[in-house]
Each structure stands twice: as structure tokens, then as C-alpha cells.
């Protein structure tokens, strides 16, 4: 598990790298069928990215504490930590904030699973991006109050509430799932209107 964890944080670490290199590579491409494979490519490398980042969040979320293996107990150990987190933020009440806290790394385990297997791109990337814009939201509200807080991610070393913790989320991870949105409504536009263009072109000229 520590190698699919370590796997995990350099492609969320990284992959907006790779995705911002074929974005250059998809502006250097003229012809529209050739545009269109590439934006698919890198369609399916964007939702692995985006996927990971979920992942790697639930994974940081409910991976036991050292010197435990990994149980349903100690799962449940990691996210009752997890909670003392979440209510830190003291934007929910206890209970919410426990119920909360239990739901999310399951939730983030869904999508990041739903993403990385490209069926229907659009919506998981909308709703990928949604969830971190909410996340960021929370960010923010946290520091705006002062509150000296872990941002409780789970995605590498604790990191605290502010700034940094923004321009992260907002490269690493917001930035390639805006990416993955733009692409899937783009291609399934394209996708749409190519039978219709190739209908025209196969359409016999008659000649007045």
C-alpha cells in the first residue's frame, strides 16, 4: 500500500505538469482530426491525474496510523482523527462534522475511482471541480478567520490553512480538473458535429 500511496502523490504532485504540456502540444496541432486525438489522450491522462488526487486524499484520509495495520478498526481510528480535523474548521457542528468526516474519504474514493475510469468525463470532472472549489471555500474561510488549522487534505505533509495551502489546490489540483471539463465538453461538442460535417462533405454537388 505504501507504494500505491507514493505512486499516488507524484502524479498528483506532477500530473498537471504533463497536462499543461499537452495543452501546449493541442494549440501546435492544426489538423481537427488530429486535434481531436490528441485531446482524447490526454483526456483519459487527465482524468488518471484528476482521479489520483481524489485517491490520494481518501487514501491519506483512511490509511492507518504507524505501527497499525490495515483493518476496519484502524480505518475507523484514521477517521475519527480525521473528524478532530474537520471540526477544527468550526463551520459544521459536532455531529455534522463527524458524520462528515466518515463520509468523505468514501466519497473521494468514489470519484477519484469514477474519474480515472473516463466514463462519463463531463460530469465526474464538473463535479471533481466542484468538490475542490468547496474545499478551497473552506481554505479560505479558515484563514479569513485566523484559524491556525491543518488544511486536513491528506495529500502529503500536513500543511496549514492559508495561502500556500490555496495556490496548491489551485495549481495541483483545480487547475487540471477545469482542464479535464473544458476537454470532455469540447470533444463531445466535436464528437457531435462530426457525423453531420461528414455527411455534408460525402453529399453529392449537383451542378446547375
Known amino acids: 500500500m505504501s507504494a500505491l500511496g507514493s505512486l499516488l502523490l507524484w502524479l498528483t504532485d506532477h500530473g498537471y505538469q ?27 491522462l487527465g482524468g488518471i491525474v484528476v482521479g489520483s488526487v481524489f485517491l490520494a486524499a ?18 475507523r481510528i484514521s477517521l475519527a482523527m480525521f473528524a478532530t480535523q474537520v471540526d477544527s474548521y468550526q ?8 458524520t462528515f468526516a ?3 474519504p468514501y466519497f473521494e474514493l468514489f470519484l477519484g475511482v469514477w474519474l480515472v475510469s473516463c466514463i462519463g468525463q463531463r460530469f465526474s470532472s464538473l463535479l471533481a471541480s466542484l468538490t475542490l472549489c468547496g474545499f478551497m471555500i473552506a481554505i479560505a ?33 483545480l487547475l487540471p480538473a477545469l482542464l479535464v471539463v473544458i ?11 462530426a457525423p453531420a460535417d461528414g455527411a455534408t462533405s460525402a453529399a453529392p454537388i449537383r451542378a446547375d
Open 141 to 173: 474561510t479558515a484563514y479569513y478567520r485566523g484559524l491556525k488549522i491543518d488544511c486536513g487534505c491528506g495529500i502529503g505533509p500536513a500543511e496549514e490553512a492559508g495561502p500556500a495551502a490555496l495556490a496548491r489546490d489551485g495549481l495541483k489540483f
Open 58 to 75: 481518501a487514501y491519506g484520509k483512511m490509511k492507518p496510523l504507524p505501527g497499525f495495520a490495515w483493518s476496519w478498526s484502524s480505518v
Open 91 to 98: 463551520m459544521l457542528p459536532p455531529g455534522v462534522a463527524n
Open 18 to 44: 504533463v497536462l499543461l504540456v499537452g495543452l501546449v502540444v493541442v494549440f501546435c496541432v492544426r489538423q481537427p482530426i488530429s486535434r481531436r486525438k490528441v485531446v482524447r489522450v490526454l483526456l483519459v
Open 102 to 104: 466518515h463520509f468523505l
Open 183 to 193: 476537454g470532455a465538453f469540447w470533444f463531445h461538442r466535436q464528437r457531435q458535429c
